[in-house]
């Protein structure tokens, strides 16, 4: 079993750019695809950013194409979101979460997904 925390969340101006942490523990991620969904107020969890085992593979949700990139370090055991060019609808709960299946496949919904952090809090101011 592994334990996600994620770091990195805080308030930011529009256009501006912050990067999340999630650093795991109890197993090496390694074992795992990795991925990052988001929480607004009111809205359904949603996937932003997912990458394979080996971080060959990536996915990211059309709205965050060429502005979110999403990346991990296996000998750090931990994965990281960098965000830029932020808008004020990207203000949400970011949360880190483990894949365990074995699959070609990034899985984008949330249900495929074994492992959760606690969410830290993005806001993006206009």
């Known amino acids: 079993q592994v334990q996600l925390v994620e770091s990195g969340g805080g308030l930011v101006q529009a256009g501006g750019s912050v990067r999340l942490s999630c650093a795991a523990s109890g197993r090496s991620i390694s074992s795992y695809a990795m991925g990052w969904f988001r929480q607004a107020p009111g809205k359904e969890r949603e996937f932003v950013a997912g990458?394979?085992?080996?971080?060959?593979?990536?996915n990211y949700r059309d709205s965050v194409k060429g502005r979110f990139t999403i990346s991990r370090d296996n000998a750090k055991n931990t994965v990281y979101l960098q965000m830029s060019s932020l808008k004020p609808e990207d203000t949400a709960v970011y949360y880190c979460a483990a894949d365990s299946a074995f699959s070609l496949r990034i899985a984008t919904a949330a249900t495929n997904y074994d492992y959760w952090g606690q969410g830290t809090q993005v806001t993006v101011s206009s």
């Open positions: 990458i394979s085992r080996s971080g060959g593979i990536t």
